[in-house]
């Protein structure tokens, strides 16, 4: 099960890296998503930097639908958008961890307490995503 963290929601899932990623996106298919970015963090900092790190992906996640009530709502919540998931490999223990941000967390920073129940709706689809992974 997905545990709360100080701004998002993550699990450590019992497969490789490279399956979690496939796994998540399929799970957040299930859920209405879509992934619109893919940054594979460890081959950029590679590039730009010449520095090694963990594997790590991080995932732009959209459901249009949800979106789209979100942006009629408030025009800048797209600062906010998309929602991240990440995949990355512990360091020491190489074990897999799956996290996504807490909309309920993006919300608080536009200070419309009016856009709660969109963000708890999305929280509720994002949980269930990395549940299922």
């Not at 890296?17 to 619109?36: H, P, S």
């Amino acid at each position: 099960m997905a545990e709360k963290t100080t701004y998002g929601i993550k699990r450590k899932v019992k497969l490789s890296y490279e399956d979690a990623i496939l796994k998540v996106t399929e799970t957040l298919k299930m859920e209405g998503f879509g992934v619109l970015t893919e940054i594979d963090v460890k081959q950029t900092l590679k590039k730009k930097l010449d520095k090694d790190f963990t594997k790590y992906i991080i995932l732009g996640a959209c459901n249009p639908p949800i979106a789209f009530q979100a942006l009629t709502e408030e025009i800048e919540i797209g600062l906010l958008l998309p929602c991240n998931v990440i995949v990355y490999e512990e360091p020491d223990s190489k074990e897999t961890i799956v996290a996504a941000i807490d909309p309920g967390t993006l919300i608080q920073v536009t200070q419309r307490e009016d856009l709660s129940e969109v963000a708890e709706m999305v929280r509720g689809k994002l949980t269930r995503a990395i549940d299922n992974v």
